[in-house]
């Protein structure tokens, strides 16, 4: 039966992949390779500060332990335990990391010379650029027996500014 037409095979029936198939598979390939990137700066970005961050909460536990001991030695009594505004000791607002002065306690008037840490191998860390701010407050309901302490650490991480926050409660009674 040859009626004199040539069998050409169905261009449909080729397998591969058209052009438009293959840009939308890169571009879902570029979208992906770019979150992943993300993901590792952001990942790189907190791994330099993890020094920094071991810093603050060194700082903000010591504050707190400022008052504690201010508490349990008997330097201050129950009334001086509050910010300035309150009639206690410890100032009110951001304040410089600085070392303690002669009463021992940190965010006090007689506070001396910003902080440096020895980082090892010769190398010293100024918290000039870190803040540490302590709140005092009464609980409600409680007599004004019960404060909460809360320690507030700023600091510039390059570009960015980072706070840590640490609070707890003091009682009357050591």
Do not use: C
Not at 53 to 82: C, M, P, Y
Not at 91 to 117: K, R
Not at 126 to 138: F, V
Not at 151 to 163: A, M, Q
């Amino acid at each position: 039966m040859d009626d004199g037409v040539m069998m050409r095979p169905d261009i449909s029936s080729e397998s591969g992949f058209s052009l438009v198939e293959t840009l939308v598979s890169v571009g879902v390939l570029t979208t992906g390779v770019l979150g992943a990137a993300a993901v590792l700066a952001s990942g790189m970005r907190n791994l330099s500060s993890t020094p920094s961050d071991v810093i603050v909460t060194q700082k903000a536990n010591q504050a707190i332990e400022t008052v504690f001991a201010g508490r349990d030695s008997h330097r201050l009594t129950w009334a001086q335990i509050n910010n300035v505004s309150a009639g206690g000791v410890f100032l009110d607002g951001p304040q410089s990391v600085t070392l303690a002065g002669n009463d021992g306690l940190v965010d006090t008037a007689d506070d001396g010379a910003v902080e440096t840490i020895d980082m090892g191998s010769g190398q010293t860390l100024s918290l000039a650029n870190y803040t540490r701010e302590i709140k005092i407050r009464d609980v409600a309901s409680e007599n004004g027996q019960l404060r909460t302490v809360t320690v507030t650490i700023t600091y510039e991480d390059g570009p960015i500014r980072r706070s840590y926050v640490l609070s707890s409660l003091i009682s009357a009674y050591s």
